[in-house]
Structures are given as structure tokens and as C-alpha cells.
């Protein structure tokens, strides 16, 4: 990564702070690097752009292109701003949609597909694009811990935040026995999840 990118990119985690938008954390960023390095992934579809930050961490890469969704448009400016400013529009295609209403014919097919929008919408989101992935490619969902919320549902006092665990736990039974995938949850960041599929 080239200097005035690291430096574009902690004032990315500066600005996420301040504005409490939730980016990956260090330790989510440095395992999808070493999954991209060690599984020679070219071609990266990211689910949930915010403001480019892992979209640029990921495409700083050498040989590596990303394609990222964001359905917010303040988001999707941001981000395209700061794709410019790392230099990396080339290397990162930004679209401007819904993930779970848009089309997904003309995108492509992709090494590693990473999951990072509505938590409630895993779900629908892995089954819809898991399909762009080829076998041997890799799926990696983030936020299926939620702060330790996961495992004790009780602590939560609302509705929709318990309907939201419900639906992360769901997730992640439904994930963890499905054959056609290797899957393990990593206890980084907010909890990550690594799908292979075989
Ligand atoms: N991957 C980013 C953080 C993404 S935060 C990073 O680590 O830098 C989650 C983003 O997903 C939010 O900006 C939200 O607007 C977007 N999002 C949520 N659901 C979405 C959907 N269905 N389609 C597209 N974007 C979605
Ligand atoms: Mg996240």
C-alpha cells in the first residue's frame, strides 16, 4: 500500500469515529488481506460500501478489483470521493443500489464476495449472490456477533434489536450446516464469518 493510502486510510477510521459509521476494525481488514493474499483472489464483490474504507483497503492491493454496493446515496458520494482520493477509481467500481433489489446478472463472477450491509438481511443477501462465487472461492460475512449480543439475547431490552439476533442467529445455523460450504466464525472484530465454498 502506498503511503498517501494508509494515510487516507486512518483518516477514514478517524471520520468513521466521529460520524459512528461502522467499519471494519483492524483485525477484520488484516483477515480479509491475508485471505485475499493466500487465496490469489483477484475480484472482490463487497456488500455495503459506506464511505470506501475496506472497499480501499482491499483494491490498495496489487491486482486486486473490487466492485462494492451501497443504497445509501450520501455513502455512495463519500465513497466515490474518497476512491478518487486514494487514486484506486480503476480498481473499484461503485454501484449506487439496494443489494436485495437489484439486478445481478451483468456483475460478474467474483474470488471472494464480502457480505458487510443490513445485518438482519445476511440471509437473503448470501443466497442471492453466493452464486457469483465460484467453487473454491471464498464468502466472508461480518457482524454475526454483534458485541457479545449473539450469545446473550437476553441483555437486549428491544424489540427490534432481539428480532435483529434472531435473525444473526438464524444466519448462522442456517451457514454452519450447509454442506456446500466450510465455514468458521472468527471471534474478530464483531465476529466474522469465513465461508469455502467447496
Ligand atoms: N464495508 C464498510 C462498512 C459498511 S457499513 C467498511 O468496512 O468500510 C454498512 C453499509 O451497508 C451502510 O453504509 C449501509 O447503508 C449499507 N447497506 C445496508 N444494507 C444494504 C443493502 N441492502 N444494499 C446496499 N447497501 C446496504
Ligand atoms: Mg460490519
Not at 175 to 191: R, S
Request: aromatic share 8%; net charge negative; with cysteine.
Amino acid at each position: 500500500m502506498r503511503q498517501f493510502q494508509s494515510e487516507l486510510l486512518s483518516r477514514l477510521e478517524h471520520e468513521a469515529d466521529q460520524l459512528r459509521i461502522p467499519i471494519m476494525k483492524p483485525d477484520g481488514i488484516a483477515l480479509l488481506r491475508q485471505l485475499i493474499h493466500i487465496g490469489k483472489v483477484k475480484t472482490v464483490l463487497e456488500i455495503g460500501t459506506a464511505i470506501g474504507y475496506s472497499a480501499i483497503a482491499m483494491a490498495s492491493m496489487t491486482d486486486v478489483t473490487v466492485v462494492s454496493i451501497e443504497r445509501d446515496e450520501i455513502m455512495y458520494e463519500k465513497a466515490r470521493n474518497n476512491c478518487d482520493m486514494a487514486n484506486l477509481s480503476d480498481r473499484i467500481q461503485l454501484i449506487f443500489a439496494d443489494a436485495l433489489s437489484m439486478d445481478i446478472f451483468a456483475l460478474g463472477s467474483f474470488d471472494l464476495l464480502f457480505i458487510d450491509a443490513a445485518k438482519g438481511q445476511n440471509l437473503p443477501l448470501f443466497q442471492k449472490f453466493a452464486c457469483l462465487v465460484s467453487p473454491g472461492g471464498i464468502i466472508v460475512i461480518d457482524n454475526l456477533l454483534f458485541h457479545g449480543f449473539v450469545a446473550n439475547p437476553e441483555t437486549i431490552i428491544s424489540r427490534d434489536r432481539r428480532q435483529m439476533i434472531h435473525k444473526i442467529q438464524q444466519f448462522t445455523e442456517w451457514i454452519l450446516a450447509n454442506a456446500n460450504y466450510d465455514t468458521h466464525i472468527y471471534n474478530l472484530g464483531d465476529g466474522i464469518g469465513v465461508c469455502y465454498k467447496k
